[in-house]
């Protein structure tokens, strides 16, 4: 009886029957659900904090704090804010046309408005800088009130609006398709004005929608790097984007640099990504009541 009690203490476990147990908890594309995200997302970013956070927490701060870097956060994110309030205005016009108007060439230009999610990032820059230098088919009539648009702040400003654009027309056509025009006329019958039902009737069911395509499209802005690099100066205290000034400590061999703009542009993203759900269920709130 000792003997065999002492063989059993002896006995490995048995990882298979362990496994096994973990994925009858689990469902399997749960399993995988995780796995691939752990791989994709999570120990990326992980990697990047914790390279980032092995430099101490003053030379952290030293390097993300630093004058060009502070200079590059400041206007990325509030020429980004910038473009993408705009396209909150003339995202949910266009996509309000495309739905409730026909006309001719109206399946062109639906097409069109894809083009920045299909046309690769540096061909869309070169098609940018072309048509917005000074001798462009629209610079050059910027020109002469001695206005420039390549090469300055205000192509950094046009690539974001070219790039963010779609997000916030595709959110919001299914909505006002879904929609109809029974509800608006239901509130004309009623004594509304047109700016009463606007605001009580046609605004509130589209503002999750404008949400997430404005975060979708500002998210998008702050990221991009092919299509701004080729139209902007890349000057330092005037243009410079931080993922550019990511890829110019990488040249310059700062790696260290380069890893902590990173991980500031991961924090900020997350926050400003954490907001902008929270609006959206503001939104969701405020059009179910």
């Known amino acids: 009886m000792i003997s065999s009690s002492n063989q059993l203490k002896k006995r490995p476990p048995d990882y298979k029957a362990i496994v096994q147990n973990i994925f009858r908890r689990f469902s399997i594309p749960w399993a995988v659900t995780i796995i ?27 390097e993300a704090t630093a004058e060009v870097a502070v200079a590059s956060y400041i206007f990325t994110f ?12 003339m995202g949910t016009l266009t996509a309000w046309v495309l739905v409730r108007y026909d006309f001719w060439g109206k399946k062109i230009i639906d097409a069109t408005i894809d083009v920045p999610f299909a046309l690769p990032t540096t061909v869309a820059g070169l098609v940018l800088a072309t048509v917005y230098s000074e001798d462009g088919w629209i610079g050059q009539f910027f020109t002469p009130f001695g206005i420039q648009i390549t090469f300055s702040p205000l192509g950094v400003f046009v690539a974001m609006l070219f790039i963010a654009l779609p997000f916030v027309v595709r959110s919001l056509q299914p909505v006002l398709q879904e929609m109809g025009a029974e ?36 998210s998008r802005a702050v990221g991009s790097y092919g299509t701004i690099v080729i139209i902007a100066s890349n000057i330092p205290f005037r243009d410079l984007i931080p993922p550019v000034l990511v890829l110019q400590k990488l040249e310059q061999y700062d ?10 542009l991961l924090f900020i993203s997350l926050v400003l990504l954490l907001i902008i759900n929270l609006l959206q269920q503001w939104g969701k709130r405020y059009a179910d009541n």
Not at 36 to 62: D, H, R, Y
Not at 255 to 264: K, L, Q, S
Request: proline residues 5%.
């Open 36 to 62: 691939f995200l752990t791989v994709i997302l999570i120990i990326p970013m992980a990697a990047l904090v914790a390279e980032s956070a092995s430099l101490g927490w003053k030379n952290f701060w030293q």
């Open 255 to 264: 790696y260290v640099g380069a890893t902590v703009i990173g991980t500031v």
């Open 183 to 218: 509800i608006e006329e239901a509130a004309w019958s009623l004594g509304a004005t047109d700016w009463q039902t606007f605001r009580l009737v046609i605004l509130p069911p589209l503002l999750p929608a404008i949400s997430a395509g404005v975060a979708l499209g500002f």
């Open 78 to 89: 509030t020429t980004a804010l910038i473009a993408s309030l705009i396209n909150a205005v």
